[in-house]
């Protein structure tokens, strides 16, 4: 088969075996895929991965090793991570698979991912996407989840006054989920043209050069940079809470002074649920059209890897079909 392989570099090759699904597994065929700045990040070192990276997909169930065979034929995303399931798990039998010691996760950890015409992953792990969707905006369900995550894990009412700081594709997915809470929402970036889907959306936008002193109950930063960070830092009100969707710690100094100063207690966010995503898109799909910048076909899945890589780019999609 066809796929995206890195190994210190990364190589187009079309001559991959296709993988066996282990029990209980699926054996998916690979429709599209999007490009995600975790897999450029992998291709700099990330989390040491070796293999087929790529984790945000649509494919078609081709085979189960299981005896039921309803999934056959089913057009699905699936939750990237894939968890023990055993009943001695703390955290598998909390249903917090994502959080599973022992787990593997699609093209980001001991496990292949997608940037390949098949893959595997557990049955458990999916979930068929309405006929309405388009391919294209399939993919956008992973990353979405990753927005909705921060309503599992705190509260947001009308009460709330939020500030989405970044305006790159995660921040505005993120604008997106907490759009469907009733709190007043400010989304603070560089790019005006960015910011406009964020004003689609119902928020107040602000350029980060006219941001005004003005301090909020709930700040998301979502950047990847240490200004990002300290500007974050710098707009959550005592008391309030501040939650990271970037890995910026890397490598800095942090002065945590105002968080103990100002009691601000720091949620760190990272994958979420598919199905309020799912559900999301299929109520909204053609305002997510705007993320999809280009489709690039598998064997130029190279030259896409190079356009994802453009400063203030959208989502480019492989196309594997
Ligand atoms: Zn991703
Ligand atoms: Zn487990």
Redesign the pocket.
């Known amino acids: 088969m066809k796929a995206l392989i890195f190994n210190g570099k990364l190589t187009f090759v079309t001559n991959m075996p296709i993988p066996e699904p282990p029990k209980d597994e699926a054996l998916i065929k690979i429709l599209m895929v999007g490009i995600?700045n975790?897999d450029i990040e992998i291709t700099k070192g990330y989390m040491n991965f070796q293999g087929i990276p790529g984790?945000?997909f649509v494919g078609i169930v081709e085979n189960v090793n299981n005896a039921d065979k309803s999934w056959i034929g089913k057009r699905v995303v699936g939750d990237i991570n894939c968890a023990c399931g055993n009943d001695n798990c703390e955290y598998c039998i909390k249903n917090l698979g994502r959080h599973c010691p022992n787990r593997t996760t699609l093209g980001i950890s001991e496990r292949n991912g997608c940037f390949a015409e098949y893959i595997t992953l557990p049955i458990n792990n999916l979930l068929e996407v309405p006929q309405k969707i388009t391919d294209e905006i399939a993919t956008l369900t992973?990353?979405l989840a990753a927005g909705f995550e921060i309503l599992e894990q705190i509260n947001i009412t009308k009460k709330h006054e939020v500030l989405i700081v970044g305006d790159g594709k995660l921040g505005l997915l993120i604008n997106h989920a907490l759009s469907t809470t009733s709190a007043k929402i400010t989304h603070v970036g560089k790019h005006k043209e960015k910011l406009d889907i964020a004003l689609k959306n119902g928020s107040k936008t602000v350029l980060l050069n006219q941001m005004p002193d003005k301090l909020f109950d709930v700040v998301v930063e979502v950047t990847g940079s240490m200004s990002g960070f300290e500007f974050s830092l710098k707009h959550t009100k005592p008391r309030g809470t501040l939650i990271l969707k970037s890995t910026i710690a890397a490598n800095q100094k942090i002065d945590l002074t105002p968080v103990v100063v100002n009691e601000i207690s720091v949620i760190g966010s990272r994958c979420g649920l598919f199905k309020p995503a799912l559900n999301y898109i299929e109520q909204n799909p053609n305002p997510l059209s705007e993320f999809i910048e280009a489709v690039y076909p598998a064997e130029n899945a190279l030259s896409a890897f190079e356009h994802a890589k453009r400063r203030g780019s959208m989502k480019v999609l492989i196309d594997f079909r």
Request: glycine share 0%.
């Open positions: 995600c975790t984790h945000e992973e990353p």
